[in-house]
């Protein structure tokens, strides 16, 4: 005799897991020490961050084999994805081959030259493991995204540095190498034309993605989303592109979607009411076959560089609503965020969301957005409203 129908269908995705990437190989990119009184100044884009992101992971026990390789992978626990470099015809997608030798070249410099390169950019520093750390990040990206695209693993995450989403076609800034996210992008839809063809790319870094941006400016069939601090090109890069009037061009209009908070100390209350008001809408109207996330953790409470509140039940329910769309298929690949604690604990919560554990509760608190992020909400509402019928005012 049967028992009781279930109470809910199965979900399609019940028995997937979440992979996860972490490959310690590319903690080797340190900053060479460039000034003997430097001692307690440490650079904030430092090796331990994407340790103490997976040590906090693997201590909760989400992780297959941390303690014995052999061990049987739980139920509970992530799909171990192994990191390998990225191609250079892969890194090629999104920039110029004279890039890649650049950096390749630094395999092979002396101290001396690296500081001289470092210098005549923009926040930035090399070291002769930059290029094995870089292409690590790169082919890190593009394989949680695969096994994402091809269904492998329900949803994953990357832990990777070098970031990416300061880098340009032809050169690297902010902290950045190469733009793994969109060189992932481009790969799964180059490797998958059928099962991804449009992707959301959602940035929840402090910083504006310009690189990003400028990758797919005019470009259809990827919508970049980023939501960042903007002080009238006063807040890193400084570039007056990334306002809200920067909508993309050509095909591509209406395909690039900034939020810039005029000021700092935006936190959940902000972030939730921007994405209802304005990510959640356009993301589910454009339809993504894949979402990938440019989780950067610095607007963070306790960032030092970002200034802001979001806490990890925050980042928590960004990353649930998210899920949603593209039937959950998304990868989560990490950009910057300076506390060690705040990181770790932000990339904990995603990791359990991705994992289907429900997020904690917001503070019961939830104060009203604050009107500064009400006006930039409302005027990218109004710039937007062209595009997406999402965003049509209502008569
Ligand atoms: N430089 C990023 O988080 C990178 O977006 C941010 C780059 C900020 C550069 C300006 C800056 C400092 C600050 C303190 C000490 C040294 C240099 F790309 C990402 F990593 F994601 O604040
Ligand atoms: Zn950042």
Redesign the pocket.
């Known amino acids: 005799h049967a028992g009781p129908p279930p109470r809910f269908p199965p979900l399609p995705y019940s028995s997937k897991k979440t992979g996860l990437v972490y490959d310690s190989r590319m903690r080797l990119h340190v900053e060479p020490v460039t000034m003997a009184i430097r001692e307690n100044d440490i650079?904030?884009?430092d090796p331990r961050r994407i340790h103490e992101i997976f040590q906090e992971i693997q201590q909760a026990g989400l992780v297959q084999g941390a303690e014995d390789p052999d061990e049987e992978s739980k139920d509970e626990q992530c799909w171990r994805i192994h990191a390998r470099p990225a191609s250079k015809a892969e890194i090629c997608l999104v920039h110029n081959p004279s890039h890649y030798e650049f950096i390749k070249s630094l395999q092979d410099m002396l101290e001396s030259d690296l500081i001289e390169h470092a210098n005549q950019l923009d926040?930035i520093y090399f070291h002769n493991s930059t290029f094995e750390c870089a292409t690590l990040a790169a082919g890190g990206a593009i394989e949680a995204c695969r096994a994402v695209v091809r269904g492998d693993v329900r949803n994953s995450i990357a832990i990777i540095r070098p970031?990416?989403?300061?880098a340009e076609s032809d050169q690297p800034s902010?902290?950045?190498i190469f733009n793994n996210v969109p060189i992932a992008a481009k790969v799964c839809q180059n490797d998958f034309p059928e099962k991804c063809r449009k992707v959301l790319i959602l940035d929840w870094?402090?910083?504006h993605g310009n690189g990003i941006q400028h990758a797919f400016y005019d470009d259809p069939n990827v919508l970049y989303i980023s939501l960042h601090v903007f002080k009238n090109g006063t807040f890193?890069p400084n570039m007056p592109d990334a306002n809200y009037n920067f909508c993309g061009e050509g095909a591509g209009i209406g395909k690039n979607v900034n939020i810039p908070w005029a000021d700092h100390g935006m936190g959940d209350a902000e972030y939730i009411y921007a994405f209802q008001e304005v990510v959640m809408p356009i993301a589910t109207e454009f339809d993504p076959d894949l979402v990938i996330i440019s989780a950067?953790f610095?607007a963070a409470e306790g960032d030092m560089?970002g200034g802001c509140h979001v806490s990890p039940a925050c980042y928590a329910h960004m990353t649930h609503m998210l899920m949603r769309i593209a039937g959950g298929k998304i990868a989560v690949c990490l950009?910057?965020?300076y506390n060690l604690r705040s990181i770790a604990r932000s990339a904990l919560a995603v990791t359990r969301t991705l994992m289907l554990q429900p997020p904690d509760r917001l503070a019961e608190d939830l104060e009203a957005p604050n009107e500064l992020a009400v006006e930039t909400i409302r005027q990218v509402k109004r710039v937007h409203s062209k595009y997406w019928k999402s965003l049509y005012p209502k008569h």
Do not use: K, N, Q, R
Not at 163 to 166: F, T
């Open positions: 650079h904030p884009e926040s970031p990416g989403h300061h902010g902290f950045c870094d402090v910083h890193y950067g610095d560089l950009e910057g965020g």
